[in-house]
């Protein structure tokens, strides 16, 4: 008779909670949530290196929420559809729950010193979060560029001109991407008429 898999086994479960937790301390956004499901994932083998890496651009460039879509795209490679609605579900109930509960209490929240206080604290962690994840996704960038030249050309042409574009010219975020989009697809044509030559 075969056995049924028990609640820790079940990867559904996992998901969920894993998601759920991240959901619950994700203060500043998806660049926040960066570093930390960077950590799970390696933890956890769920995903590689590089898989990893392609979560974070693919839920990037994709319209949407980052932390929605990185959960989305985790919890299709490990069960498919419904392991992705399971992620979904688990990433954005915490959310749902705060949201509605501050929308109630807002008038009391405004005026609270121990609110306002936890607040600024969390607003400098979440700052500390997304320098840390800057750190990290630049060195796995530069990392992987110095392994393959295409990878090393793209990241010296794109990542100058779009930080430049951003910061000093405010060019909108969007604007930049497509550019990166449409200088790496040059790129790579460029690249499969040289090596059929």
Sequence with gaps: MEQKPSIKDNMYLKLFIEFFTLGLFTFGGGAAMIAMLQDRLRGKHWL?????????????????????????????????????????????????????????FMEAFEENPYIIGALRGIRAAT???????????????????????????????????????????????????????VIGIIYGLIRMKEEKA
Excluded: H
């Design 48 to 104: 590689s290196e590089d898989e990893v890496l392609d979560c974070i651009t693919v839920a990037q460039t994709l319209p949407g929420v980052v932390a929605v879509n990185m959960s989305v795209f985790v919890g299709y490679r490990m069960k498919g559809i419904k392991g992705a609605m399971v992620s979904v579900l688990g990433m954005v109930l915490p959310s749902l729950v705060i949201i509605i509960l501050v929308a109630i």
């Design 127 to 181: 700052l500390g979060l997304i320098l840390a994840t800057c750190f990290k996704l630049g060195k796995q960038i530069l990392d992987k560029s110095k392994k393959e030249r295409a990878q090393m050309v793209i990241t010296a042409l794109v990542f100058p001109l779009a930080f430049l574009a951003i910061t000093f010219w405010k060019m909108d975020a969007v604007w930049a991407i497509l550019g990166g989009l």
